[in-house]
């Protein structure tokens, strides 16, 4: 177990230089000089050589690299776009990223896992038969059409929920009603898939031996399910969880597009649209470290759920 | 004997939209769209023909026995059946768009330059321009299918050499070849699509790569793990004691013994482009308007939302329907062929 851990760990510092190195040298495919591009409208020759002694454009590509990522860290590397430390912009908006994905993450675990659980005990029931059939529309559903549907429902037709823009942190009223629509609008898929992986995960489990063996020693069938079937199936469960996180990740831009969610999603499509290099690498080198550290608690918590891997 | 009405009556409708078009529009073979609708409706004829007047046609395929177990599998399941009609009809309109689209997808209708609701003229409405959605949404179908497919086609073909190669070699190739997909596979696939068209600039064909290049961990470890099985069987050794070169014995025998699942892997793979595409065509990173793309539809819709909702209601249930039958067919189709369990 404790070896499996230092070995994760481990594995996080080739991933993390692996990731920076790709989405730099995608970079390095944008056509034209950097340094004007960088310079924007205010382009003096001035400026250019010291752009270039300052990442060294004409230097070998590790050396760029390096220089690339120090001045990035150092919060040299600016906007184009915001005239301001590319580190800042990001920093600013992080939290209100953060927030929208933890929430539902939330919403998907607490929905996903009993429809599931209780649709694989009650198989082949109304419950099951519904909650399926939804399920399997809901994989197929793009997360900003969701939006847009939630927001014609619950702001535009109900009225109930601001249809877009950040209210606050989530403790205070106005902060909980703008987060709501978004987080659900962006749980749908990872609850549609949880839940399907979920069922299927607990009729496999409960069709071995060992559940006859605990029911026949007269163990209450609410133990058998939770404590025998359940606990066995999470190993699958916490799997796809990590493998939908990408899913989850990328329907984040979209979602923060959808209700002008100001997080760093919507930031890297904005330093896209207006070619914004400097933005575009700092905002999905962050996004994509968030992805892989949680990644990397993804497995932590499968090992810890799966004895049998301290054998490997 | 019902194949045979059911064939007839396909047919006689078939002759009439070709009639129509062909003789009382002249839209024969003006554009390259025209051509590829003129040469698929010929081939639909054929097959309708075919199907009528020599029935007996594919009872050699049908005498396979691989095929019967596959068909009856897949008969058995009602979604994959329903799946493979929808896809059928996605088909069937994506290719002949431009003869059964009743107006134009690009014309400006000047008299009427405000979103009219969906009526008996404009089934699905118009959009701000006037142009007729369900047009556009027919237009639309052969967009997401034919940048879906090319994006999957180019995943596959990557994915699935390096899997070749890293399950094959083994060793210290295949650690190296998994380690640089894990590592590239560590960039959610969105996002790195994001930046490969923020470095390319926007545009179809960039759309495709960017699509095409992510997400390539499916393919290569799937194929990687299949290689592993049957590297070990007999065959292989024989062949290898024959002297077949490694390309040979890739090509000609590990790569025939693992199409099915690949097949499946590739249906599924399909559904999630087509919502990739959708998705950064919505954040008007994609096709550009004014093509019409059901993502660029929704995109525009959304600014209308409270005014006009068909505008983003249609191409929304375009997808969605589209999506769930390549998924539902995955599913079905992995049932029948495939008993080796997909992610």
Redesign the interface.
Known sequence: MFAYIIKRLLWII??LI??SL??FG?????PGDPASIMLGTNITPEAVKALNAKFGFNEPFHIRYFLMLKNFLNGELESIYYKDQVINIIGNRLYATIELGTLSLIIAVIIAIPTGVIAAVKKNSVFDLISMFIA??G???????TG??F??LFS?YFKIFPSSGYGGPFWTAEGISHLILPAFALSTVMIASTSRLTRSAMLDIMKEDYLVTARSKGVKEKTVILKHAFRNALIPIIT?IG?Q???M???A??IE??FAWPGVGRL??K???F?D?PL??GS?LI??FI??LV?LLVDLLYGFINPKITYN | MKKKVISSIFLIIQLYINYQNWIVKNKIWNSLELKAATLFSVFVILLLMLIIFKSDLFSSVKENDLFQKTWKEFNKNL?GKIAAVMLLCIFYAAFMAPFIAPYSPLEIDYSNMNYSPPSAAHWFGTDDFGRDIFSRVLYGTRIALGIGFSAVFLNALLGITLGLLAGYYGGKTDMIIM??V???????????A???????GKGMLNLIIAVGVTGLINFSRLTRSIVLQIKEKEYIAAAKALGSSDIRILYKHILPNSISSLIVLGTLRI?ISI??V??LS????GIQPPTPSWGTM?NR??EF??SA?WM?IFP?LA??IT??SF??LGDALRDALDPRQL?
Request: without cysteine.
């Open positions: 080739p991933v692996g990731v790709i989405l995608i970079m390095q495919l944008v399997t529309i994989i197929s559903v793009p997360a900003f059409f847009i549907i927001i014609y535009v796809n493998n996180l990408a899913m990740f990328g329907g831009i979209l597009s959808v890297a499509v330093a896209v649209e070619r290099q575009v690498f999905i996004l994509s992805y892989v990644n | 979604g380690r640089l894990e590592i590239w596979n560590s960039i959610p696939f969105i996002l790195l994001l930046a490969i068209i923020a470095a390319l559904g919502l990739v959708a998705g919505f954040l008007g990173l929704l819709g959304q939302l409270t909702p983003s929304g997808i969605i999506v769930l998924n539902l992610d």
